[in-house]
Structures are given as structure tokens and as C-alpha cells.
Nanobody, 125 residues
């Protein structure tokens, strides 16, 4: 069982930056793929990024070059550095974890077994 707690969301002006954190419980953090998803009002949750057990990142095309996922296995924490934020990045951001991800399923919400409660990011224009 893995428990995930996100933090770092808030209100920021367009062009600004935020860093989201997701702290995970348990001793097996390093064995999990860790992902970030986001959900716009009235929309389905969508993939943002995932990082493999050995630190390889994968991104949605819409965020490449602006968002960076990283992990610190010693701290059981995954991060999402968000730069050059746009109003269209406004959403609730969720952390997710799963022990087994394939290239064909890494963006699939149903693939991930564990989820955090979400953190709101609001970008004002």
C-alpha cells in the first residue's frame, strides 16, 4: 500500500513557476513508477508526466520543455517543476504511482493503482 500526499499548488501569474511535491509512504518508493496527471473542470483526468524507477522521464507533448518531473528516492518524493506557466495549465494536479508501467499504458489513468488527493494550481493571466 502506498499513500501519496501532494503539496506546492497555489496561485501564480502567467509566466511564473511552481514546484509541486508528492510525498509517498512506504519503503518501496524506489520500485514505483511515479506520475503526474491533471484535471480541468468538467474534463477527464489527463497525463502530464511519469518517471521510471531509474529516473527516466516521459512527458505529454503539451508540457514538454516547460514542466520537469524528477524524483528523490532517499526522500520518497517526486517533484513537478512547472515553468512558463499559462492560464491553460490551471487544473487540479494529481500524483500517481504504480509498480509496473509499459510504454503503451503510461498515460492511461486506469493503469495507476495509487493516487493522491490533488493540489490546485491556478494561473492568472
Amino acid at each position: 500500500q502506498v499513500q501519496l500526499v501532494e503539496s506546492g499548488g497555489g496561485l501564480v501569474q502567467a509566466g511564473g513557476s511552481l514546484r509541486l511535491s508528492c510525498a509517498a509512504s512506504g519503503r518501496t518508493f524506489s520500485t514505483y513508477y511515479m506520475g503526474w496527471f491533471r484535471q480541468f473542470p468538467g474534463k477527464e483526468r489527463e497525463f502530464v508526466a511519469v518517471i521510471s524507477r531509474n529516473g527516466r522521464p516521459y512527458y505529454a507533448e503539451s508540457v514538454k520543455g516547460r514542466l520537469t518531473i524528477s524524483r528523490d528516492n532517499a526522500k520518497n518524493t517526486v517533484y513537478l517543476q512547472m515553468n512558463s506557466l499559462k492560464s491553460e495549465d490551471t487544473a487540479v494536479y494529481y500524483c500517481a504511482a504504480d509498480p509496473a508501467i509499459t510504454m503503451s499504458t503510461l498515460a492511461d489513468v486506469d493503469q495507476y493503482d495509487y493516487w493522491g488527493q490533488g493540489t490546485q494550481v491556478t494561473v492568472s493571466s
